[in-house]
């Protein structure tokens, strides 16, 4: 985290990469319902959309494939109870489904898409792993998200 990062997360606990937090509270506005869904979460900090409103205690359910990514989270989160944790990939068809990872620098970036993989110039080192995917209707019912939550993040 630079300087810049860090002062912006100890004055405002924002995480976001360019203050999208601010602009994510103004347009949710004071109605909106208190809960976030953030899929493709990565470890849920660091240049997260979602991490604001987790330490504000929104009901947030954090969705991450990669392996890595996921255990990074499951740490940072492990004694949070308004987060719920899921590993695996959301798509229109459940199953199970190649998961591409990309050698990226923090090792995080994966996708279902090969061709995302070989616009990142990461052909050579991207890896294949075998991930679970849901549908995100089916997996935000299984965990009672209401029909009418607050916001979805979905990278």
């Not at 996708?111 to 890896?127: F, H, I, K």
Request: aromatic share 10%.
């Amino acid at each position: 985290m630079n300087l810049r990062g860090f002062v912006k997360y100890a004055l405002f606990r924002d995480t976001t990469h360019h203050g999208e937090f601010k602009l994510m509270s103004r347009l949710a506005g004071p109605d909106c319902p208190r809960s976030f869904v953030d899929v493709g979460a990565n470890d849920g900090f660091y240049g997260s959309n979602s991490f604001p409103f987790v330490a504000r205690g929104w009901r947030t359910i954090l969705i991450e494939p990669h392996p890595g990514a996921f255990a990074k989270m499951q740490k940072r989160h492990a004694s949070r109870n308004n987060v719920t944790l899921i590993n695996l990939a959301c798509s229109e068809t459940a199953g199970e489904f190649p998961l591409w990872l990309g050698a990226d620098e923090g090792g995080t970036h994966a996708s279902l898409c090969p061709e995302e993989a070989e616009g990142s110039g990461q052909t050579t080192e991207a890896r294949q792993i075998r991930s679970r995917v849901e549908r995100l209707d089916a997996l935000l019912a299984k965990h009672g998200m209401p029909q009418k939550f607050g916001i979805l993040f979905y990278q």
